[in-house]
């Protein structure tokens, strides 16, 4: 492995003063710029080709375009004002949903009613099965999208939402669609919130990504590994800190463990989710 003696063997492409840029960027895009060099850190490793280099890639930008980004798409219909209009507001997340007039119609059957006649009956003090089952009230295909709870705001006074629940999903990003579907299924209900104080930690990690350095330390880590290249402390500090803003023992110390924070597994999976979401909580 070749080992880079000075900031002048370095790649053309990459120069400070390109950085600045991330600086104009909100706190989503920089979280993209972040998930990107960190995601293709791992797809090195996992022998995963990409079909750009980084010097065809940052040739005349080191800013990312979105397109770049391989995300899965989780489920979200994202605006109020995209509201489909056969919901009503009753959006689903992630692993969180409304339980919809045609699941239970699909549960409405004759086995499941001789099995679960106690609670077809409390189903009917709400009129549910005699929509459900009506002659004169058949269900059309566009019907079995219909969240159930629709239903129960014509027949009762009820506050509460019929959902489903997805267990697939952790604890902690079941909290996150809920928190994220509340305020919609509220407004649809006619419920009123009452807020709490929130935890402000996205802004630091993205505040000290920027004060860091990470983005450029980060392609240069990348760079290194795909031409097969070792690039010394000293040259990396020259590099990332031209005017002596930190030395080696603060970039070994401080530096590299907050780059290894936000590089685990854990923290790029939620990066992933909050970008396919296009929401960044609070805190993550």
Not at 44 to 73: A, T, Y
Not at 94 to 120: C, F, M, Y
Not at 208 to 232: Q, T
Not at 258 to 279: G, N, Q
């Amino acid at each position: 492995m070749k080992k880079i003696k000075s900031v002048s063997d370095l790649p053309k492409w990459f120069s400070y003063e390109k950085y600045n840029q991330l600086y104009d960027l909100t706190k989503e895009q920089l979280l993209k710029q972040i998930y990107f060099r960190i995601n293709s850190i791992y797809e090195f490793h996992e022998d995963i080709e990409r079909d750009i280099s980084m010097e065809d890639l940052f040739v005349n930008s080191v800013i990312v375009d979105d397109s770049m980004l391989m995300i899965n798409n989780f489920k979200f219909f994202h605006a109020m004002e995209d509201y489909n209009e056969i919901n009503k507001g009753f959006v689903e997340c992630g692993g969180i949903e409304p339980i919809s007039v045609g699941l239970t119609a699909g549960l409405v059957d004759s086995e499941w009613r001789n099995a679960h006649q106690a609670k077809l009956d409390l189903l009917e003090e709400f009129s549910i099965t005699g929509i459900l089952n009506s002659e004169d009230n058949k269900l059309m295909d566009d019907d079995f999208d219909v969240p159930l709870t629709l239903y129960l705001k014509e027949t009762s006074d009820e506050s509460g939402v019929y959902a489903h629940i997805d267990l697939a999903y952790s604890d902690e990003f079941l909290l996150e669609d809920l928190k994220r579907v509340l305020p919609m299924w509220r407004k649809a209900m006619g419920q009123v919130n009452k807020k709490c104080l929130a935890k402000n930690t996205t802004d630091v990690i993205l505040n000290k990504s920027l004060e860091y350095r990470v983005v450029p330390i980060l392609d240069l880590k990348l760079w290194s590994l795909e031409n097969n290249v070792s690039i010394p402390n000293s040259v990396l500090v020259a590099a990332v800190y031209p005017l002596g803003e930190k030395g080696e023992y603060q970039l070994t110390q401080t530096v590299m463990g907050f780059i290894k924070k936000i590089s685990s597994r854990e923290y790029v999976e939620k990066m992933e989710r909050y970008i396919s979401l296009d929401f960044l909580p609070d805190s993550f």
